[in-house]
Each structure stands twice: as structure tokens, then as C-alpha cells.
């Protein structure tokens, strides 16, 4: 998906995230990561017009996730785990999921 389509995609997606839960991963990125941001009566406001690619890119990736996570008493993150090569010794990493609970979840956003 080019730029353009994930900006559209946050932009139209907003709304379907639920307020009292999941926007604390969207607010938790935008404040670490020094967005500028409005806040008033409303909501929270940002431009995302003005937004740096990587910036778009991550929120997209965060938004995606949460819409797609119907579980809401848990999170998927993934784990590396490093196996060998068959051909030659070089070492290869794959990702197997790990569910976390909530508090899991806060406790690592901590660090």
C-alpha cells in the first residue's frame, strides 16, 4: 500500500477504533514520539498531511492491528526465534506470535 492509501486508510479508520482502550497505543506513539498534536473538547487533533513517512507508516501498522485484533483482552507480539540454516551456517530468524495480556502490554510500553 503506497503512502497516499495509508494516509486515506488512518484518516477513514479512526473512528472505528474504540476510545477508551485502543487509542492509548496511538496516543502512547504520537507523545514518544514528539508529534505535534492539538488537544481540546473534541479529541485529540492531528494534522496528518504533515506527517513524516515513517510516522504514517507506523500508525498505519498500529491502527491495522488494532482493527484486526478482536480479541481485546489480549496482544500479539512477535517473538524471534533463531534457528540454523540448512545451507551453510548462517543463522535465520522467524516470528512465531505471543499473546500478552493487558498489563503485559503497559508494562512494555514502559520501557
Do not use: A, R
Amino acid at each position: 500500500m503506497n503512502l497516499e492509501d495509508k494516509t486515506k486508510f488512518i484518516y477513514h479508520k479512526i473512528n472505528e477504533i474504540n476510545e477508551n482502550k485502543n487509542t492509548k497505543d496511538i496516543i502512547f506513539y504520537i507523545e514518544s514520539n514528539n508529534i505535534n498534536y492539538s488537544l481540546n473538547n473534541n479529541g485529540l487533533i492531528l494534522n496528518i498531511s504533515v506527517l513524516d513517512e515513517i510516522h504514517i507508516n507506523n500508525l498505519y501498522d498500529i491502527m491495522n492491528s488494532l482493527l484486526i485484533d478482536n480479541d481485546e483482552n489480549k496482544s500479539n507480539v512477535l517473538i524471534p526465534k533463531t534457528y540454523k540454516s540448512k545451507v551453510g551456517n548462517d543463522k535465520c530468524n522467524t516470528y512465531i506470535p505471543l499473546e500478552l495480556t493487558p498489563l503485559q502490554v503497559e508494562i512494555l510500553k514502559l520501557i
